[in-house]
């Protein structure tokens, strides 16, 4: 794998993890004093994690020399407004874009992981990395789908599918 395709890659790592913080964040804003405390505990230990998920990314982006997206004053708003929008639909809609995002970032990770260790790339901290936080966006998105994520309205998963995979290919190249 070229440098320049490992830098892409690992932006938009960085991005979505910059992303899914905010769309926590967002839901947190509008669900705090709403929710349930079990609701809200919930979201904010999904929020933790991105926050780790992140940190992570940072520390590789610096040690690597490699900027993050040029894209990432319109996640921060843009991550926020999703969150917030499908909190205000009501907690099934917060939890399906949850179910959502975290399904195409797992598939991400896992495909991501795959073609590093397919074009010999020899760094096992990377990889395991990569393969932990698939695990755990996994983790998240079967804990919103038992928390009533198909009570969203219909075609709210795959709208934000689209929108996380449009995300991720522009933080990609830019």
């Not at 900027?67 to 399906?96: I, V, Y």
Request: glycine fraction near 12%; hydrophobic fraction near 45%.
């Amino acid at each position: 794998m070229s440098r320049r395709a490992l830098e892409r890659a690992l932006r938009v790592d960085h991005a979505g993890e910059y992303g899914a913080r905010r769309i926590y964040e967002g839901q947190l804003a509008v669900l705090e004093g709403r929710a349930s405390e079990e609701v809200v505990a919930a979201l904010r230990g999904m929020l933790a994690q991105e926050g780790e998920h992140l940190a992570a990314f940072e520390e590789i982006l610096r040690a690597r020399g490699v900027r993050p997206t040029a894209l990432q004053p319109f996640w921060h708003a843009g991550g926020w407004l999703l969150g917030a929008a499908t909190a205000a639909l009501g907690e099934g809609a917060a939890f399906a874009c949850t179910v959502a995002v975290e399904e195409v970032i797992e598939g991400h990770y896992r495909g991501q992981a795959a073609a590093l260790r397919e074009a010999g790339v020899d760094d096992e901290e990377l990889l395991s990395r990569l393969e932990r936080f698939a695990d755990e966006e996994a983790a998240h998105g079967e804990e919103a789908a038992g928390r009533g994520a198909e009570t969203a309205p219909p075609g709210l998963e795959a709208l934000v599918r689209g929108v996380t995979r449009l995300a991720i290919g522009l933080s990609e190249r830019v």
